[in-house]
T-cell receptor, first 114, second 110 residues
Framework: NAGVTQTPKFQVLKTGQSMTLQCAQDMNHEYMSWYRQDPGMGLRLIHYSVGAGITDQGEVPNGYNVSRSTTEDFPLRLLSAAPSQTSVYFC?????????????FGQGTRLTVV | ELKVEQNPLFLSMQEGKNYTIYCNYSTTSDRLYWYRQDPGKSLESLFVLLSNGAVKQEGRLMASLDTKARLSTLHITAAVHDLSATYFCASNFGNEKLTFGTGTRLTIIP
């Protein structure tokens, strides 16, 4: 059981370049989300999805796009990378509504924008 | 505003000692989570606390929840070096979106 898989693990971009961070889960979870982790700030929610075809913004959505065409995949797109987007990105998934649900996290993508 | 505050932010403690990490949250929540993160790694789920008075224990870690005080604690008993990590609490505030505290970086000194 792979859980939540993120690719790539590391990426260096130049300012203005675009890229897509991939996230896939094999647990049939309805809920998926993207967080960024910056020193001293914990994890902050970028975008989330409650099911295929449904996405919404989190706390820090600017500069990022998402889509959810399947239950399994939830890619995060940076349209024009900026140095302020240098961060570690985590994808997470969970069941909806279960009383003891917990979020499972991918291994993270360390992104540097120069 | 949905806010989760942890303290302390940094904690150095000697092996064998006990200590507590505190997590306050700003409004009603039906779930409180504790995660552990090792340097350069992902987050590992430790506990999910669902109701007032909930207490869960795993090894030297014990978590509790007081919903009336909007407070959760993570108690470390007789610390060992392997517990060195960053610990996060998070609240869902009634939905699936998690709001995280800023984390407590715990260093256990021999």
């Amino acid at each position: 059981n792979a859980g939540v898989t993120q690719t790539p693990k590391f990426q260096v971009l130049k300012t203005g370049q675009s890229m897509t961070l991939q996230c896939a889960q094999d647990m049939n979870h309805e809920y998926m989300s993207w967080y960024r982790q910056d020193p001293g700030m914990g994890l902050r929610l970028i975008h989330y999805s409650v099911g295929a075809g449904i996405t919404d913004q989190g706390e820090v959505p600017n500069g990022y796009n998402v889509s959810r065409s399947t239950t399994e995949d939830f890619p995060l797109r940076l349209l024009s990378a900026a140095p302020s987007q240098t961060s570690v990105y985590f994808c997470a998934s969970s069941y909806r509504g279960a009383s003891n649900t917990e979020a499972f996290f991918g291994q993270g993508t360390r992104l540097t924008v120069v | 505003e949905l806010k989760v505050e942890q303290n302390p932010l940094f904690l150095s403690m000697q092996e064998g000692k006990n200590y507590t990490i505190y997590c306050n949250y700003s409004t009603t929540s039906d779930r409180l989570y504790w995660y552990r993160q090792d340097p350069g790694k992902s987050l590992e789920s430790l506990f999910v606390l669902l109701s007032n008075g909930a207490v869960k224990q795993e090894g030297r870690l014990m978590a509790s929840l007081d919903t009336k005080a909007r407070l959760s604690t993570l108690h470390i008993t007789a610390a060992v070096h392997d517990l060195s990590a960053t610990y996060f609490c998070a609240s869902n505030f009634g939905n699936e979106k998690l709001t995280f505290g800023t984390g407590t970086r715990l260093t256990i000194i021999p």
